[in-house]
């Protein structure tokens, strides 16, 4: 799904990754640690094809990235969804309006989707609030607002920053059992924590990695989940 090799970025004269290399496997579920400042959320960038790296190979879905086209890279990103820490939604828009416009975006005919976005809501249990405004909702809601977003083009791979680093416990919980179903149907996830209570609780659901991402360099750490 993806392989990195040697690969780096820096941002001006400041080295964030370095010599980066590691696979991740078609439907694997991984973890991303590592202290603040790390180079997480731009490796996760990387992989969202938001940045590109300044060295070394990156290749996803078997293709290095530094020889698409911007058509093609455009077409690459609609098979990767992506969970931020810090949820940007249309205000002016409902629950529903918001998770369909990435149809809307990519020249799909909404009402042709819309028992899948029927059954989206539901299944972020969110049919509720599916007429809701962004402002109306709660921490957890707009973090399974912005998961239902992510999926709804059904992507192959999911990259989530941090997306359980403003909710409580139950709501983490809540999320990463999302995640987890998604994993279960064949979905890659590239999940990015500070959380170790999160990652251990993970453990007899679905195997996982943790990835550790210390001095510009990505380790495994320890032994599968």
């Given at each position: ?117 029927e059954?989206?809501l ?41 997306p359980?680093?403003?909710v ?55 032994a599968?989940?």
């Amino acid at each position: 799904m993806i392989s990195l090799n040697n690969t780096g970025f820096s941002y001006g004269s400041r080295a964030i990754l370095e010599n980066v290399t590691q696979e991740l496997a078609a439907g694997s579920f991984h973890f991303l640690t590592g202290p603040s400042g790390a180079g997480k959320t731009t490796l996760l960038k990387m992989c969202y094809l938001s940045l590109m790296p300044d060295s070394g190979s990156l290749r996803i879905f078997g293709q290095e990235v530094s020889e698409l086209s911007r058509e093609q890279i455009t077409q690459m990103r609609r098979r990767v969804g992506v969970v931020h820490q810090d949820c940007q939604f249309l205000n002016h828009l409902t629950v529903r309006q918001n998770i369909a416009l990435p149809l809307l975006v990519a020249g799909r005919n909404i009402e042709a989707n819309m028992e899948n976005l029927e059954d989206l809501l539901a299944w972020v249990d969110m049919a509720d609030r599916a007429d809701a405004l962004p402002e109306e909702l709660s921490g957890g809601e707009r973090q399974r607002l912005a998961l239902a977003r992510a999926v709804i083009m059904d992507p192959e791979m999911i990259v989530a920053d941090e997306p359980t680093g403003n909710v409580d416990w139950e709501m983490g919980q809540r999320l990463l059992t999302l995640l987890v179903e998604l994993n279960k149907m064949g979905k890659t996830i590239l999940l990015a924590t500070h959380d170790l209570n999160l990652i251990r609780s993970i453990k007899g659901r679905v195997p996982a990695s943790v990835l550790r991402l210390k001095d510009g360099n990505l380790s495994l750490a320890g032994a599968r989940l």
